[in-house]
Each structure stands twice: as structure tokens, then as C-alpha cells.
């Protein structure tokens, strides 16, 4: 089930994704003096390696989600560039789909020109979300840093239809740096002197006013002085309204919504009159204090958090509380989880399993939990465990297992061995006993052994069986060759030659 969602995703994704650059089976490119390499397996929360800074110029991009490169279970990924979000370059479109069933069998190359700055790359495979990376790319050219940073002033605050500001107004300062990086923003009110900048800044008296600002670079470089003016008037009205408070608590909970550790408080203030002029808190009855930043509470034991807001015009609101438990962490669990493995089915005198034998793996852990288990069958790679195995391919067979918890914490390698034995049965008496698996005329490469009952796997695919379609003939070549590669008649590789020869087909169509 699991190879047949993993391919009907990959030919879905196929579809609707288009290739910003050629793959690997197009015609050659020579490559440039710069190769940056990107590689996948079948973990859908990071890239399993990915490179994190380069020089700007022509560069060849390397992208490989392989078996090779730790990808056992057909997982597809895709390497997309983002060119929207706000920060990043968005000069280079790469967005390839890599799968080890492609034709490239997941090795993809592209050549870009990279240009100074930061790119945002990303899967965009759903649920894929948290494989996410940057890259930053410098000049490389050996001169330097000689551009000043770019600097820019907005104004906000309510105003009237005249496009005055009532009562106050805030600057907001911002400053980027594609080279060295911003060192410095400063600005100055009404031609006084340059301070630096911190936070937003606000101006409340009446009249004219002009806010200078300028940024410094890491390498020295400083830009020239921007400046944004504006007007103060009187609020049309008296302000006799009360600033909205509100506490927001983070951290992490246990199961009895208690803080484990820290609990964080953030309080904020909104007031659509003359404008919040003050936020205050009183943490376990001390004396109220200015709140500047997020409350940090690591104490255990239960706490009482009052807080207030002041606007412009003095009106101060109703006095607010919220209690919150912190309590110690646990220790820390360095205790490997406890993992055993039976195995069932019908046996015969010697103790071997007639017709195949079901394996199955359990675990425990006290303390963090189980996060894995996984299991490999005989000389075959390590499989993520998500159901008993059924082992039918005749013959004497190993599985070993492991778990691991939440905490990081692998258990010894354990295994089983038992024998498998044909159950006399022929269930294919006209079996197809061509000496390879061919489908619709095209020869696969791979031996048409029998799968333990009398029959092929020329017999299991029956590929002259009435189907719906062509798309429903290979998810059942799909489902066929999965439960093969199970039971040890198939590795993962025959399979992909097995699946592609039926997607290459006209069987069903």
C-alpha cells in the first residue's frame, strides 16, 4: 500500500509541477567550475544534506534523492527555489521532482547563475513543509563589500482625511544588506542628533516634524540620509477609552497543562484613540514594572501575573491576572526502548512454516516514548515497521529489528531466523514460466521466479486480466511487486524495473 501511494503521488506530482531546468537524461551541459549537491532519503522533515553558502557566478546543481543516497522506500522529494518570499533572491527558478523510480533513478542536474544574497529553497511536496534551508551567496570576486546598505522610514499612526496624525505618530526604520551585512541604523528627530535605533520611534508633539535615518554596513559603508516628514494635530476628540491588554503563555505543557521548565508571557496592548503609552506587569505581588520584553519564568511552583496598559491620554485599564504552574523537567531519559519479535503461522514437523510466516515486532518505552521501529529482512535494507511482515518466498530467513524512543535512544539489534516451506499446493497449474518478467512484449531483466504456491510472477501480474485503465493495471503491478519485495522474492530495485516496465506499457489503455 505504502509503494503504491508513494508512486501515485510521484506520477501526481509529475503532473502538476513544472521542471524549471532539464533533467539528468537530457542532452549533457558542460558543467560550471562551481557544483553544489543536495541529497534526500526517505525522512520528510530535512534535507539529508543540502549546502549553506556559495559564491555568485555560473554553478551546476546536483540533486539526488536515491537509493543511494539513503532513500530505500521510494520516497519522492522535490528541490524547489523560492521566488516570492520576501528577503530572498528570486533570480534562480529550479523546481525538480526526484524520485528512485524516475528515469534519472533520482540524480537531477541543473546549471544556474547565482547572484549575491540569499536564496530560500524548500520541498513543496505537502507535508513535506520543515525541509526548508538557505543558502547565502557572496560576491566571491575578492574587491569587497563597497555598496551601502539600503535604508527606508514608513510612518504610521491614525490620521485624519488632511493625511494628519492625530495625537502621534511612530517611524518604523528598515535597513538591508546583501554584502557584509547591516552593522548600525540610526535617526534623529527634528535635525537633533543621531541616536541608535532600537525599536520603532514614537513622536507625539504637535506640528511639523521630519525623521532622518542612515544604516552602516558591516565593511564601513554607510548610506546616504533618508528622511520622512509628517504632521501631529490634536485628536479631533478627547480620548476616555481604555487600552485592550492581553497575555499570551508559551512553553511546553505536560498532560497536566502545567509549564515544564519555563513558561514565556508576552503581553501586548492595542488602543485606537491616542495610542498606548505604557504596558506594565506585577509577577507574584511584587510592585507593577515597565514591561519592555517577554516575561521569563523558570521558578517551579504556581504564579500570579497581573498586568495593566497606560494609553497617551492617561487612561489606564482595569487591572488583569492569569496563573500559570511550572514545574521541573523529568530527567532525562537515556534508557533504550525494549523491543521483541515473535513469529506465526502453520508449521510441520521439522518446525518450518508451511506457505509463509508472519512476523511480528513490538516495543516499549516508560519514559519518552517509542518514536521508531524498523526492521530488515535477510541481506535487504532497513524498513520502517508499520504492520506484521509476511514472509512467503521458501527458504531459511532472518529479520532483524530495532526501536528507538522519542529521546534518541536505539535498542541492541535483535533477530529471529525460521524457515519457510512451499505448502504443496499449485495454484497457477498453467503458470506462465517464461525465464524473465515481461510485460506487454517489454523484458524487465528480472527472473519470472516462482513466489512459493506454483506461481510467477508473470502469474501475479496477469497482465491479460480485463482492467479498468492503464493507471489501475500499474497500481496493480505496484501493489503486487510491494508485497513481493516483503516476502523477500523481490529486492526494491527489481521492483522499480518491474514497475516502470508496466507504467511503459499499454496494458489496461
Known amino acids: 500500500m505504502t509503494r503504491r501511494l508513494t508512486a501515485a503521488l510521484a506520477a501526481l506530482l509529475l503532473t502538476v509541477i513544472p521542471w524549471a531546468v532539464a533533467p539528468a537524461s537530457a542532452a549533457p551541459r558542460v558543467a560550471a567550475d562551481q557544483v553544489l549537491t543536495w541529497t534526500a532519503d526517505g525522512d520528510i522533515t530535512r534535507y539529508k544534506s543540502a549546502p549553506t553558502t556559495a559564491v555568485a557566478g555560473e554553478t551546476t546543481i546536483i540533486w539526488e534523492n536515491s537509493e543511494a543516497t ?45 547572484t549575491p544574497g540569499r536564496y530560500r529553497y524548500f520541498c513543496s511536496i505537502p507535508g513535506h513543509s520543515s525541509m526548508v534551508g538557505e543558502l547565502v551567496v557572496t560576491d566571491g570576486g575578492g574587491g569587497g563589500d563597497t555598496t551601502a546598505p539600503t535604508v527606508t522610514g514608513a510612518v504610521s499612526g491614525d490620521q485624519d482625511e488632511d493625511g494628519n496624525y492625530l495625537g502621534a505618530a511612530t517611524v518604523t526604520v528598515t535597513a538591508t544588506d546583501a554584502g557584509s551585512g547591516v552593522q548600525t541604523v540610526e535617526y534623529q528627530v527634528d535635525d537633533t542628533s543621531f541616536l541608535p535605533y532600537t525599536e520603532p520611534v514614537r513622536v507625539t508633539a504637535i506640528g511639523d516634524h521630519a525623521v532622518q535615518f542612515r544604516a552602516t554596513d558591516q565593511a564601513g559603508n554607510t548610506s546616504a540620509v533618508g528622511s520622512v516628514s509628517f504632521r501631529i494635530v490634536e485628536p479631533g476628540e478627547e480620548d476616555t477609552t481604555a487600552p485592550v491588554v492581553a497575555v499570551a503563555l508559551a512553553g511546553d505543557l505536560d498532560d497536566e497543562g502545567n509549564y515544564v521548565g519555563t513558561a514565556t508571557a508576552t503581553l501586548t ?227 522499480g524495473a518491474i514497475v516502470r516496465a508496466a507504467a511503459r506499457s499499454d496494458v489496461g489503455a
Not at 529550479?94 to 547565482?114: C, K
Not at 516495543?363 to 508499520?386: C, M, N
Not at 515481461?438 to 504456491?453: L, P, S
Request: proline share 3%.
Open 269 to 495: 496592548a492595542t488602543d485606537s484613540g491616542s495610542g498606548v503609552a505604557t504596558i506594565e506587569y506585577a509577577l507574584d505581588g511584587a510592585a507593577f514594572t515597565a514591561y519592555t520584553n517577554p516575561i521569563v519564568v523558570n521558578a517551579a511552583g504556581m504564579h500570579m501575573l497581573h498586568f495593566r496598559a497606560t494609553d497617551a491620554a492617561g487612561n489606564t485599564s482595569a487591572e488583569q491576572m492569569s496563573h500559570f504552574t511550572v514545574v521541573e523537567p523529568q530527567a532525562e531519559d537515556t534508557t533504550a526502548p525494549t523491543v521483541a519479535a515473535t513469529v506465526a503461522g502453520e508449521r510441520n514437523d521439522d518446525g518450518a512454516y508451511v506457505g509463509g510466516a508472519t512476523v511480528t515486532v513490538t516495543a516499549t518505552d516508560a519514559e519518552s516514548g517509542v518514536a521508531t521501529i524498523e526492521y530488515a529482512l535477510d541481506t535487504g535494507g532497513w524498513t520502517a515497521y508499520a504492520a506484521p511482515v509476511a514472509v512467503r518466498a521458501p527458504g531459511a530467513h532472518t529479520v532483524r529489528y530495532r526501536a528507538t524512543d522519542t529521546a534518541g535512544n536505539a535498542s541492541t539489534e535483535q533477530s529471529t531466523t525460521f524457515t519457510v516451506v512451499a505448502d504443496g499446493t499449485d495454484k497457477c497449474p498453467d503458470s506462465d514460466s517464461r525465464a524473465t518478467v515481461i510485460i506487454d512484449g517489454g523484458d524487465t531483466g528480472v527472473a519470472n521466479v516462482d513466489t512459493g504456491d506454483g506461481c510467477t510472477i508473470n502469474d501475479l501480474i496477469d497482465e491479460h486480466a480485463n482492467y479498468p485503465g492503464h493507471a489501475e493495471f500499474v497500481r496493480h503491478v505496484e501493489a503486487v511487486t510491494a508485497a513481493l519485495v516483503t516476502g523477500g522474492t523481490l529486492d526494491r530495485r527489481q521492483q
Open 70 to 114: 539513503g532513500n530505500t522506500i521510494g520516497m519522492p522529494h522535490t528541490l524547489t527555489f523560492d521566488t516570492s518570499a520576501e528577503g530572498y533572491n528570486h533570480d534562480v527558478t529550479v523546481n525538480i521532482l526526484a524520485s528512485p523510480f524516475d528515469a534519472n533513478n533520482g540524480r537531477h542536474q541543473a546549471t544556474v547563475t547565482l
